[in-house]
């Protein structure tokens, strides 16, 4: 399903989209141990990306997008990791609209 999907990336994540069947945008997270030690890392990371993305998926494609975290983010401030997810959304959104009129 995410063989042919769109990718957009920084420092703390990679986001993975590929179009869904529905009207709205689905999110799955992967947040790994290799990324965050802890598990109070982990779980602090996914309430941040679930926030992030409550606020943006209205103005999301229809899209299944999965999150992944890299091991640079449990260092970051939850400051930090908000304006790179806003950054990530917006590029996302950008490089859908991209594909989907080719």
Request: with cysteine; charged share 30%; net charge positive.
């Amino acid at each position: 399903m995410f063989a042919g999907a769109e990718r957009v990336a920084d420092r703390y994540f990679t986001v993975l989209a590929a179009t869904n069947g529905t009207d709205a945008a689905r999110l799955g997270l992967a947040i790994s141990r290799r990324a965050a030690k802890r598990a109070v890392d982990r779980n602090r990371i996914k309430r941040l990306i679930r926030e992030s993305f409550r606020h943006q998926r209205p103005a999301l494609p229809p899209v299944d997008i999965v999150v992944m975290a890299r091991p640079t983010a449990p260092a970051a401030t939850s400051e930090e990791l908000a304006r790179a997810l806003d950054t990530l959304w917006q590029r996302l959104v950008k490089r859908c609209a991209v594909s989907s009129r080719s």
